[in-house]
C-alpha cells in the first residue's frame, strides 16, 4: 500500500501521559498536513510542513503539541500532559504540492 | 475567516432514492471545492472536486455536484443511492494561500436501508 501510513492506530492513555503518533507521507509528497477530527465534527487543521518547515500552526495547536517533520520525510506529532480534551481522531495528510489531500487512516487518541 | 456549512447533520433514505446534500461555503476569492466521503472504518477519500471550468462536476460511484458561484454552494447529488452509499460525507473549501490548507464542513451521516 502506497497510501499514507499513520501509527498507532489506536492509543489509550492516562492523563498526564505524554503520547507520539507518526505520519509516513506518500512518496515524493513535500507537503503535509494534521488534522483532529472529534465526534460529530469536521477534521479541524492543525499544522502545516512544506518539505521539513512547519509554515502554519493553528491557534488550536496549544504549547502541548508539538510536530515535527525532521527530514521532509516522515511526521510526527507529541501530545505533551495529556488532557481528556485530547481524546480525538488524529488525521494526516500529504499532497504532492497540488491542491487535493490524501489522508491517511488516523490515530484515534483516548485519555482517560 | 473561511467557513463551510453542511445544513444535514443525517439523512436517511431506502435504496433507490435520490440525495442531495447541501454545503454552502463562505469566501469571496476563488476556491477549491472538494466532496469526501469516509466508509464505516476507513479513512476519508476524495469523491469529487472542483477547480475551474464546468460548474458541473462529476465524481466516482455516480455522485455529481454542482458549484453555484452566486448562491456559495456546492451541492451534492446521486440520482439513485445504494446501500454501500452508507458513509459520512465532508464538504470542505480551499481559499489558496500558502498552505493549501482545507476547511471542512461538520459532515452529514448518510444512512441508506436496502
Known amino acids: 500500500d502506497t497510501g499514507v501510513s499513520q501509527n498507532p492506530r489506536h492509543k489509550i492513555t492516562k492523563r498526564g501521559q505524554n503520547v507520539t503518533f507518526r505520519c509516513d507521507p506518500i512518496?515524493?509528497?513535500?507537503?503535509l498536513y494534521w488534522y483532529r477530527q472529534t465526534l460529530g465534527q469536521g477534521p479541524e487543521f492543525l499544522t502545516y510542513?512544506?518539505?521539513?518547515?512547519?509554515?502554519?500552526k493553528s491557534r488550536l495547536l496549544s504549547d502541548r503539541f508539538s510536530a515535527e517533520r525532521p527530514k521532509g520525510s516522515f511526521s510526527t506529532l507529541e501530545i505533551q500532559r495529556t488532557e481528556q480534551g485530547d481524546s480525538a481522531m488524529y488525521l494526516c495528510?500529504?499532497?504532492?504540492?497540488?491542491?487535493?489531500?490524501?489522508f491517511g487512516e488516523g490515530s484515534r487518541l483516548t485519555v482517560l | 475567516a473561511q467557513s463551510v456549512s453542511q445544513h444535514n447533520h443525517h439523512v436517511i433514505l431506502s435504496e433507490a432514492a435520490s440525495l442531495e446534500l447541501g454545503c454552502n461555503y463562505s469566501?469571496?476569492?476563488?476556491?477549491?471545492l472538494f466532496w469526501y466521503v469516509q466508509y464505516p472504518g476507513q479513512h476519508l477519500q476524495l469523491l469529487l472536486k472542483?477547480?475551474?471550468?464546468?460548474?458541473l462536476v462529476k465524481g466516482i460511484k455516480g455522485f455529481e455536484a454542482e458549484f453555484i458561484k452566486s448562491k456559495f454552494s456546492f451541492n451534492l447529488r446521486k440520482p439513485s443511492v445504494q446501500w454501500s452509499d452508507t458513509a459520512e460525507y465532508f464538504c470542505?473549501?480551499?481559499?489558496?494561500?500558502?498552505?493549501?490548507?482545507?476547511?471542512f464542513g461538520t459532515g452529514t451521516l448518510l444512512a441508506v436501508q436496502p
Open positions: 469566501y469571496g476569492g476563488t476556491v477549491n
Open positions: 495528510a500529504s499532497s504532492p504540492g497540488g491542491r487535493e489531500l490524501f
Open positions: 472542483y477547480f475551474s471550468g464546468d460548474p
Open positions: 470542505a473549501v480551499n481559499a489558496g494561500g500558502a498552505t493549501n490548507k482545507l476547511i
Open positions: 510542513f512544506q518539505n521539513e518547515a512547519q509554515l502554519e
Open positions: 512518496s515524493e509528497h513535500n507537503r
